[in-house]
């Protein structure tokens, strides 16, 4: 079985960091991509950052470009989002995914994790 565990999350005060880690187990982790993703109340989901595990390229989102870093540590099976200069509109659930080949989707999620950020 394939299984995404997020944590990390937490409140912390606008301007603040906190970093998210992402264990991910079942899979052959040099071969999958793995994505953060979150959701805001009353919002649709959006993709934040996602890295390739084999190269370790980067993606990320507008809005968390230059404050955001994703990272692997594949031997450790984990992927981390630091995340820096918080501002309010980045409280959301934020949940992890991977995807094992391209075009496929992303069918592997962890449970999410809760980022709530005070101003």
């Known amino acids: 079985d394939v299984q995404l565990q997020a944590s990390g999350g937490g409140l912390v005060q606008a301007g603040g960091s906190l970093r998210l880690s992402c264990a991910v187990s079942g899979l052959t982790f040099g071969n999958s991509a793995i994505a953060w993703f979150r959701q805001a109340p009353g919002k649709e989901r959006e993709g934040v950052a996602c890295?390739?595990?084999?190269?370790?390229?980067?993606v990320y989102s507008d809005s968390v470009k230059g404050r955001f870093t994703i990272a692997s540590d594949n031997a450790k099976n984990t992927v981390y989002l630091q995340m820096n200069s918080l501002k309010s509109e980045d409280t959301a659930v934020y949940y992890c995914?991977?995807?094992?080949?391209?075009?496929?989707?992303?069918?592997?999620w962890g449970q999410g994790t809760l980022v709530t950020v005070s101003s």
């Open positions: 890295i390739v595990s084999d190269n370790d390229d980067t």
């Open positions: 995914a991977a995807a094992t080949r391209p075009g496929g989707g992303y069918p592997y």
